[in-house]
């Protein structure tokens, strides 16, 4: 873990992909946030609560802003280009410079799902994440009733793992979590299966 290494972090750089604009995420995002993020269902399978008035949703791009500030792995907003709208949150919320591993979460508005959108933008973070973050493992778990997750994962040429028993405490509770991975040689060959 090196300074140098956590400035990606500070600096996080816009990452462009055909329909979406992924940036660090402003104070200014707070109404679109709250957009989002106080729609229960939405909420459902995360670890955070949905956010009941626009204080909660400044309160956690406070949080953000200031993990930036820190160098912090912390998520992109997302922003879908056409409409100029903030539309979710994707990025690296833990890495392990030592073993080379990092875990990717994500959250989409409500009204844009099953169009693609997230599998788009995980793509676009897992490029980044084996290009600019040099690692050798993106991994990613969800909560077992989270089908859609799952299969975002699965889209995005991640493997099934196995559970990991009772590994989130969440709302109260113990969760058991799917885990999902894919590996830098994996994800090469993908690449070059994509080109030919
Ligand atoms: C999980 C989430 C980010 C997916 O975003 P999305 O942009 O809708 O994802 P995509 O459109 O790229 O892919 C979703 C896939 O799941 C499928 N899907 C959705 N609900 C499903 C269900 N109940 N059963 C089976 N498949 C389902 C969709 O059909 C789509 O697959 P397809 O492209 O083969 O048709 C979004 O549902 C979300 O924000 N959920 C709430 C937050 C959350 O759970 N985050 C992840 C925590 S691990």
């Not at 909420?43 to 008035?53: G, I, M, P, Q």
């Not at 993990?67 to 792995?73: A, T």
């Amino acid at each position: 873990m090196t300074e140098r290494a956590y400035d990606i972090f500070k600096n996080l750089p816009i990452l462009e992909t055909e329909r979406l604009r992924l940036r660090k995420l402003s104070m200014r995002d707070a109404a679109d946030v709250f957009d989002y993020a106080s729609v229960p269902e939405v909420a459902e399978h995360v670890t955070w609560e949905y956010h009941r008035n626009i204080s909660d949703s400044m309160h956690y791009l406070r949080f953000i802003t200031q993990q930036y500030q820190d160098g912090i792995p912390s998520p992109w907003g997302i922003i879908h280009k056409e409409l100029g709208k903030l539309i979710g949150t994707i990025g690296y919320h833990v890495w392990s410079l030592p073993n080379g591993f990092g875990e990717v979460g994500y959250a989409l508005s409500k009204d844009f799902w099953n169009k693609g959108y997230t599998t788009e933008a995980f793509e676009e973070v897992i490029m980044f994440g084996f290009e600019r973050l040099k690692l050798n493992r993106v991994e990613a778990t969800c909560k077992l009733a989270n089908t859609a997750s799952e299969k975002v994962m699965l889209k995005c040429g991640l493997s099934y793992e196995g559970i990991l028993r009772k590994r989130l405490f969440a709302k109260s509770e113990y969760h058991d979590l799917k885990l999902y991975s894919l590996l830098r040689n994996e994800w090469e060959q993908n690449q070059l299966k994509k080109i030919k």
